[in-house]
């Protein structure tokens, strides 16, 4: 097991990366200040792990609950948040009581921000299931639901008191989830290290069969690079935005094909090809680095051909973004493989780039 710590003076936490950790009571510790546990899950995740994560919990002593929510991205909306407080105030939970997210980045999301404005705020624990969770969404303490009208619009910061990643709960992830965190994985690379890059480029083929070696690596320098991000800016006043690469336009495509159609790493690999081509007509990237980061992208098994919204929907539909300021949507450009900066863009540059890629 590797054990990484997220640096945040008193709101620091540890990231533990391994195998078979949900069988291991001591890695939960933090829970022993708790007056009782509530794993939020889904249908899906609840057959196949609740039993194992609820028997570690209870040898910590403490009452354990269940709140089983629908499986998917249409459902992280208030009505299923609602769900979580019903039953937390159904069942005499309190300001003592730790909530643990078993699940992908939509139940994390959920989980974190019901622990986030339950009685002003409870402690939890992310237990990621997926690739992308595991890599991304459980680390750093954003939190929140969709909008009809835009992505994760509705949230707060709210960081867990631990991260647990196992691997060997990547096992019985479908191809098509671990393709979209593959995304993720690729985005780190991108935007901060390019002997990662390098890695995966190498790797393809272990990352796609889910061979645990390569996926304990990716895991943990994908949380290496993401946890000195957020350590550096918790609350994205300016370097965290980069962790947005490929998200501007990929929110798009999430949003205008309706939540759930394409999957949020798939919108993120595609959005990166949209995201990359734009560094190249800023003149940052080569047309060849352009080429090589859609190769690997696409090997991937993810869609890097857009869906065709049309100019006047794209903008329309980006416009819709944490990061626009004062109307102005802001992109993350790559200056080269390893480093990105986030800036605004001359709309001509951003309609070059959709109409390059086939997405107007
Ligand atoms: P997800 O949570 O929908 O999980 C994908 C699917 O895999 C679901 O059907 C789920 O039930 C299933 N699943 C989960 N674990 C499994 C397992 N071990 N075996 C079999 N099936 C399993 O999707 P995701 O890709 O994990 O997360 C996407 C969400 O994360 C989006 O809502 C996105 O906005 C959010 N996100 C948040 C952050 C953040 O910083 N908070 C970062 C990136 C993404
Ligand atoms: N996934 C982007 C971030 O956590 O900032």
């Known amino acids: ?5 997220v640096d945040l003076g008193n709101r620091s936490y540890p990231i533990h990366i391994g ?9 939960f510790r933090t829970c022993e200040k708790a007056t009782s546990l509530y794993i939020v899950t889904n249908t899906t995740v609840a057959p196949l ?16 609950r269940r709140i089983v929510l629908p499986d998917g991205e249409v459902y992280k909306d208030w009505k299923n948040l609602q769900l979580i407080f019903d039953d937390l105030l159904k069942h005499g939970a309190d300001r003592q009581t730790m909530l643990i997210a078993l699940g992908g980045g939509v139940i994390g999301d959920m989980t974190g921000f019901a622990a986030a404005s339950f009685m002003r705020g409870i402690r939890f624990i992310q237990v990621p299931t997926t690739l992308l969770a595991q890599v991304d969404s459980s680390v750093g303490g ?3 639901i969709n909008h009809p009208l835009g992505k994760n619009m509705i949230g707060a910061f709210h960081q867990p008191a631990a991260v647990i990643a196992d ?29 990662f890059l390098n890695w995966i480029e190498a790797n393809t083929s272990a990352l796609l069969a889910c061979d645990t070696n390569a996926m304990a690596h990716a895991v943990l320098r994908s949380c290496e690079i993401k946890s000195a991000v957020v350590s550096a800016d918790e609350r994205e006043g300016g370097i965290r935005a980069t962790l947005n690469f490929g998200h501007t336009f990929g929110h798009a495509i999430e949003a205008g094909m309706g939540y759930g159609e394409w999957l949020h790493g ?50 329309e539909l980006m416009q819709v973004d944490k990061k626009t300021e004062g109307g102005q949507i802001r992109y993350v450009i790559l200056e080269k493989m390893g480093k990105a900066q986030i800036k605004s863009v001359p709309d001509t540059q951003v309609l070059e780039t959709l109409v390059a890629t086939g997405a107007s």
Do not use: W
Not at 167 to 195: C, F, M, Q, W, Y
Not at 280 to 289: A, C, D, F, T, V
Not at 301 to 315: D, E, S, T, V
């Open 1 to 5: 097991m590797k054990t990484l710590e």
């Open 142 to 144: 954003k939190t929140g």
């Open 19 to 27: 195998t078979d950790l949900i069988d291991q009571p001591e890695l």
């Open 266 to 315: 798939e919108a993120v690999g595609c959005g990166m090809v949209m995201g990359a081509e734009l560094s190249h007509r800023l003149g940052q990237i080569s047309k060849s680095e352009f080429e090589r980061l859609s190769k690997i992208i696409h090997a991937m098994n993810l869609p890097i051909q857009p869906p065709k919204f049309g100019a006047k929907r794209y903008m």
């Open 167 to 195: 691997l060997n709960t990547l096992k019985t992830l479908p191809a098509r989830e671990l393709s979209a965190g593959l995304a993720e994985v690729i985005k780190h690379g991108a935007i901060a290290d390019a002997e």
């Open 49 to 64: 792990y609740a039993d194992r994560l609820t028997k570690t919990l209870e040898k910590l002593g403490k009452p354990v």
